[in-house]
């Protein structure tokens, strides 16, 4: 069993940044991808980033492209999301996520192919 913890998460004003992390513990060993996704109010679930764990390669929603930017120590088993140039609708409760087995690059968006989840980490963007 793996367990995800996120934590980051903050109050901030837009244009600002802030840096999530994801720890992973337990048997991480099979790790494929590790995904970000985020929940804003009243929505649905929605996907962020994705990194493949080998470093082949990584995806981003076209809505943060250019201002986010996901990555990993593979000694520390954590994922990384940095995020910049912040905006109020930016603001989320921003999960972790992980896949152990390879999947197509085009199912990288779907919450259905990640199977460990973290609790999640709150981001609020003031205007």
């Known amino acids: 069993q793996v367990q995800l913890v996120e934590y980051g998460g903050g109050l901030v004003q837009a244009g600002g940044s802030l840096r999530l992390s994801c720890a992973a513990s337990g048997r991480t060993g099979s790790t494929y991808t590790m995904g970000w996704f985020r929940q804003p109010p009243g929505k649905e679930r929605e996907f962020v980033a994705a990194?493949?764990?080998?470093?082949?390669?990584?995806y981003y929603a076209d809505s943060v492209k250019g201002r986010f930017t996901i990555s990993r120590d593979n000694a520390k088993n954590t994922v990384y999301l940095q995020m910049n140039s912040l905006k109020p609708e930016d603001t989320a409760v921003y999960y972790c996520?992980?896949?152990?087995?390879?999947?197509?690059?085009?199912?990288?968006?779907?919450?259905?192919?990640?199977?460990?989840w973290g609790q999640g980490t709150q981001v609020t963007v003031s205007s």
């Open positions: 990194l493949v764990w080998s470093g082949s390669g990584t």
């Open positions: 996520a992980r896949r152990t087995g390879p999947v197509h690059s085009d199912n990288y968006y779907y919450t259905s192919v990640y199977g460990d």
